[in-house]
Each structure stands twice: as C-alpha cells, then as structure tokens.
C-alpha cells in the first residue's frame, strides 16, 4: 500500500510518499507559506503523490498550517479514492524519539502568546492524557519525564535541572512509518490544544 503523509501543522512543511522499502519526501522550513507549497511539494513527489492512503496531521499547531493540510487531504482522498486518516502531531514527535530505545517522553513544542504545547508519554508512543497548552512555569510542574523532545525542548529542560535530556526534533512527514495503527484517527477534527483566539460576540 501507497502512504502518501502529509505534515504542516508547525513551520515547517514536509510530505513523505511511503511504501515497501522506498521512501520519497520532501521538507522544508517555511514559517509561512504553507498553502502556495503544499500541493507543489506533493506534485514533486513520484506519480505526483499518487497513493492509497493519505495520513495528515491533526495538530496541535498553527490553526492556519493544519487546516490546509486537513483540506488539502480531503481533497487528494476524493480526487484518488484514498483513505484519510489522521494523527495527532505530537504523536509524531515521541515516535521520533525512539532511538535508541522507546522511553518515557515529554513533548514539548511551540504554541502560542508565549505558551507550549505539551504531552506526556509513557514509552515514545503511548500519552498519558491529553496535550496541554501552559506557560513556561506550568510546563516544568506539568512534565513528567527527563527526557524532553520537541523544539521548545531545550527550554523546557533548562527549567527542569541539569538531569534532563533535550531532544530538538520536530514533526517530519518520514516518521509517519513509524506510528502504530492505533494512532491512526477516522474523525479528522483538528487537535488545536487551546482555545481559539477569535471569540464570539456576546449576543445584545
């Protein structure tokens, strides 16, 4: 089967055509962008992305980078007759995080006004509860684990003593070989960890 996985949900964009032993991908860091790269990146890829399953980011992230990404797979589902599935992006980042050995993790990533994602892991794969979003200080007595993986690692580790390990890794499309099929979500409602910044106005 023809994996064609799809991740923009932080500054970086990367699409992975995944299958046997060959793997085709491309990745960049865009910051923005997404949109006007997203559906090139994929067209560079052999048989244009072609594949029979579609697997996509859910979030956390930024709102803007995984709604294209949502959109963008739905449409390459109908277009081919593919599944789409998604998967949580944090997720992505602890399975990344494997080598040598699975292990206990804390994710954390980049959210937003100056907060973090993050997510606990009992062995690289399996969360502990659901992504937080918290300040710095939250974040340090929200963590669990002395290994810490994601691009706000190095910070977050700062605060939790010299005794814990950073791991600067972020969300690639490649690792999605990687996730188990229990990581695998049928419902594609994104993951955004935090409330919407826009509110609705009171009614008079």
């Known amino acids: 089967m023809r994996t064609l996985a799809i991740e923009c949900a932080t500054e970086a964009c990367s699409v992975a055509l995944l299958g046997g032993d060959q793997k085709h991908f491309r990745h960049e860091v865009l910051g923005r962008g997404h949109a006007e790269r997203l559906v090139p990146m994929i067209a560079e890829l052999p048989n244009k992305g072609r594949a029979d399953r579609i697997l996509v980011s859910l979030g956390p992230g930024s709102f803007t980078g995984v709604r294209i990404g949502l959109a963008t797979a739905r449409a390459l589902g109908l277009a081919w007759g593919a599944e789409v599935l998604g998967y949580p992006t944090l997720t992505l980042v602890a399975v990344r995080s494997w080598q040598p050995n699975p292990r206990p993790v804390t994710v954390c990533m980049n959210g937003g006004h100056g907060e973090w994602f993050v997510q606990n892991f009992s062995d ?13 200080q939250d974040a340090a007595h929200f963590a669990k684990h002395r290994v810490v993986v994601g691009n706000r690692s190095s910070e977050l580790a700062e605060l939790l003593g010299d005794d814990t390990m950073s791991l600067d890794l972020g969300p690639d499309a490649r690792a999605a070989s990687l996730l188990h099929e229990t990581h695998l979500l049928a419902d594609l409602t994104p993951i955004y960890g935090r409330a919407p910044d826009a509110k609705k106005p009171g009614q008079a």
């Open 124 to 136: 690289s794969s399996t969360a502990e509860g659901p992504v937080q979003s918290l300040s710095p």
